[in-house]
């Protein structure tokens, strides 16, 4: 710019030669105008691509923590169901236990003649509860509360028939010999173990459809 001032009255000569210097100027000043702005796309691209890959690196650790989540939770739901399935294995051996004791009550009240003999029917009586006890001590450990106590109260009632026909049938020869009234006796205590047998059934039931619920 300098030079341009010392020949400013240089005539035509001087006014080409600063032409032709501003031109390089422009030409120069295009160019550097088109290096900054490719310079300026390169860094939006760059820019760009770096949120892109912020953006799937976010999304990317947001679907490792949904699979964490989901690992634990199906974790956790098959414990669950584990136990549940325990819960529902040993409330079915109390219940088919009582089903047992029931038939062979059933069988004492439809005794007639010499059909079914005191001894053996005592010894069937005796073996088919301590059955009873033995599926309530075994399954226990996968009862929840309140099945616990409801195959609980079975394993008493099971008691409480056996020492009920000893006494009945102590001094007979065929089951057929008992009198109506201890029969009718047989008969309501048949009916409480259909009690309790019906409420391990509900629980069992309930817990099914707690389950099938969806979460």
């Known amino acids: 710019m300098l030079s341009l001032s010392k020949q400013a009255g240089g005539g035509a000569k001087s006014c080409q030669r600063k032409a032709e210097t501003i031109d390089m100027s422009s030409e120069i000043l295009i160019a550097i105008i088109m290096a900054v702005a ?3 796309v390169a860094v939006v691209s760059l820019i760009t691509s770096l949120m892109s890959n912020r953006q799937n690196a976010r999304q990317l650790k947001e679907l490792e923590t949904l699979r964490f989540e989901l690992a ?6 098959k414990i669950s169901d584990d136990y549940l399935l325990n819960d529902l294995e040993a409330v079915d051996a109390i219940i088919q236990a009582i089903q047992r004791l029931k038939d062979m009550l059933q069988l004492v009240l439809n005794a007639r003649g010499e059909n079914l003999d005191s001894a053996s029917t005592l010894e069937d009586i005796t073996k088919i509860r301590q059955h009873i006890f033995e599926r309530y001590e075994a399954s226990l450990p996968g009862l929840k509360d309140s099945d616990a106590r409801c195959a609980h109260r079975a394993k008493n009632q099971a008691l409480v028939i056996e020492n009920k026909l000893r006494e009945y049938l102590h001094r007979t020869s065929y089951v057929s010999e008992l009198s109506e009234k201890q029969k009718q006796a047989i008969l309501d205590l048949r009916n409480g173990l259909t009690d309790s047998q019906d409420q391990l059934r509900d629980g069992k039931m309930t817990k099914l459809f707690q389950r099938l619920e969806p979460k």
């Open 38 to 40: 490719s310079l300026l």
């Open 72 to 77: 634990n939770k199906q974790a956790a739901q």
